[in-house]
Each structure stands twice: as structure tokens, then as C-alpha cells.
């Protein structure tokens, strides 16, 4: 897949501004950024469901314009919210599914039975959906979407909602997926399953891409090893805070309850901190995370 100033206006709007990217036959590329970022209007032109206003898009060699119906034949789909047929069984739901893409019967029922293997709902195959639990009804929308054997699997949000035991099935899930070979092209706000799960990403902001690579890459590009986090009593945290900075830190951030400094060796900078006179009421040191970056480049205001 290849992007060249890829660009989706709508009407004065633009909301995909002239962004660039190739995805690699077999890697788990996402797509991160706040609301509003510009991300949805990409995976919508990667869906073949949306064109592009200008710009170059090929998937699977072809044009989603001109052919539009053969890639999307060549692609699965995990929307943001499930589905479903409530009214259906779990087994029913595939094989209805399944004739959508006009396959034969007999595949449907073979590939319907090894779905459902995959996704650990054979025991529940007859039951109505309805009363499935939020993580088998994700898994559930996840072997739907994998029905017509797709090249390339687009995932809008995959684990929203989920209690972590039913996240990290859905991992392990699409973790064998991309071992098998299938392309994953995913959005989430859960910095932990970026990390987890992407080879590559972009952030996106305000419809472009604010950076790119692997979540090493933008880590160590874009922060620190570590990330010292303070609280001080309310009454004292401005003098802190302005002793800190004295101190020469290579970031600091302030949010509502604590201070954030970005710092090689943390526990090295608490020592300064304590040496300076200060009594934190709370201290802890952890490595930089992919959340670090992605704050840092997006802001820790809500866009709405």
C-alpha cells in the first residue's frame, strides 16, 4: 500500500491533509492521533468506502476508485463498534457473513469452524450473541471480518471497552494473524496496544502527520529514557516547580497533581531534587512510553 499527498476535503473542511506512507506486506502499521486528528477519514479512503479528494492511493497494486470492489473482495473490516446480528447465532453470523462475498457453502462451513477455533469460541458456536460478553462479541466481529481470508485487515478501535483479561486475547489473536501474514492497519487511543502491536505507526494531528516510525523510534526521538514523577503539597508546588527548573531538565511537564521531568537517569534527578530541599509527598521513576510521545506531540488538551 502507497500514499502520496493523500488529501480528503470536505467541502472548505480538509480533513487529511497531504499525508504520506507505505505499509509493508506483513507488519502492523497504526494510525494514532486525537479526535478529530484526520484518522477516520484515512481508514475510510484505506476501505475503499471513501475516495480520496486528491493525491495517490494504491492498495493491493490497485486503485480504490477504479477498483474499489476487487480490493475491498481483498480486505477485512473490525469496525469501532460490533455489528453483530443479535437475532443470529455466533455460527450464523459467519455464514451469513460469508455469502455476502458470494463463497461456496461447504467453504463457508470450513472456514466458519476454523474461525472459530482461532478466535476460542467453538464451545459458544450455537448460542444467540446477544448475551456474549464484550470481549467474545470483539473476537466474535474479529473472525467475521476474516471470513473472505483478507490480505489486509483494517481495525478501527479493536479493543475498546474490553476488561484487560479479553485485550490481551485479542492480541494474542491478531498477534498470530500477523505472523500468518496478514497486513493490519489499525487505529486505538491505548498507547500500551500501540506498542504492543505496531511494527510501525504515524501520529497524525490536525489532519498530517506529526511523526512516524516505530514505537522505539518515536521514543527515543521524541523523549527520554526515563520519566520522573513528583507530587508536592499544593501549598508548595510553584516554589517546586521553579527549584526544578533551576535544576536544567531536559523537559518538564505540569499537570493538575503532579510534575512530569523527562531525564536519562531519573533516579539520578530525584537525587538533585532531594539535595535541593525538596520533599515530594510522592516519587516514582519509569521508563518513557509511547503515551509520553504522543502527549507530547498532540498536546494534553481535549479537541473536541
Same mark, same amino acid.
Given at each position: ?19 504520506? !506512507?507505505?505499509?509493508?506486506?506483513? %507488519? ?37 476508485? @477504479?477498483?474499489?470492489?476487487? =480490493?475491498?473482495?481483498?480486505?477485512? $473490516?473490525?469496525?469501532? &463498534? ?14 451469513? #457473513?460469508?455469502? #455476502? ?36 462479541? @470483539?473476537?466474535? *466481529?474479529?473472525?467475521?471480518?476474516? =471470513? ?5 485487515? =483494517? ?27 496478514? *497486513? ?5 487511543? #491505548?498507547?500500551? %496496544? ?8 504515524? $501520529? ?7 511523526? &512516524?516510525?516505530?514505537?522505539? %523510534?518515536?521514543?527515543?526521538? #521524541?523523549?527520554?529514557? &526515563? ?41 539520578? !534527578? ?32 481535549? $479537541?473536541?
Amino acid at each position: 500500500m502507497r500514499a502520496r499527498n493523500l488529501t480528503k476535503r470536505f467541502g472548505s473542511f480538509t480533513a487529511v491533509d497531504g499525508i504520506d !506512507f507505505d505499509l509493508i506486506r506483513g %507488519e502492523a502499521f497504526g494510525f494514532l492521533g486525537p479526535n478529530g486528528a484526520g484518522k477516520s477519514s484515512t481508514m475510510r479512503m484505506l476501505g475503499c468506502v471513501s475516495p480520496p479528494t486528491l493525491g495517490e492511493l494504491t492498495i493491493l497494486g490497485g486503485d480504490p476508485v @477504479r477498483d474499489g470492489a476487487a =480490493i475491498r473482495a481483498r480486505l477485512g $473490516v473490525v469496525p469501532q &463498534e460490533d455489528t453483530l446480528d443479535a437475532e443470529l447465532s455466533v455460527r450464523e453470523n459467519l455464514l451469513v #457473513y460469508g455469502r #455476502y462475498f458470494g463463497l461456496p457453502r461447504k467453504l463457508i462451513n470450513e472456514r466458519t469452524d476454523q474461525l472459530l477455533d482461532f478466535v476460542q469460541l467453538t464451545e459458544r458456536a450455537d448460542d444467540m450473541v446477544e448475551p456474549l460478553s464484550g470481549g467474545m462479541k @470483539r473476537r466474535l *466481529t474479529i473472525a467475521r471480518s476474516l =471470513i473472505n481470508d483478507p490480505d489486509i485487515l =483494517i481495525l478501527d478501535e479493536p479493543t475498546t471497552g474490553l476488561d484487560p483479561q479479553a485485550r490481551h486475547v485479542v492480541w494474542d489473536r491478531l498477534f498470530t494473524l500477523k505472523q500468518r501474514g496478514v *497486513t493490519l492497519i489499525l487505529t486505538t487511543h #491505548y498507547m500500551d %496496544e500501540a506498542e504492543q502491536l505496531c511494527d510501525r505507526l504515524v $501520529v497524525m494531528d490536525h489532519g498530517t502527520i506529526a511523526a &512516524e516510525g516505530t514505537p522505539r %523510534e518515536l521514543i527515543d526521538r #521524541y523523549s527520554t529514557a &526515563e520519566v520522573l514523577e513528583l507530587r508536592f503539597p499544593r501549598e508548595d508546588r510553584d516554589v517546586a516547580v521553579e527549584k526544578i527548573k533551576d535544576l536544567s531538565p531536559e523537559r518538564t511537564e505540569v499537570t493538575a497533581d503532579r510534575m512530569l521531568i523527562y531525564a536519562e537517569d531519573g533516579d539520578e !534527578f530525584l537525587e538533585r531534587v532531594l539535595q535541593a530541599g525538596l520533599t515530594p509527598l510522592t516519587e516514582l521513576v519509569r521508563r518513557s512510553t509511547l503515551e509520553d510521545v504522543f502527549l507530547h506531540l498532540t498536546g494534553r488538551t481535549l $479537541v473536541d
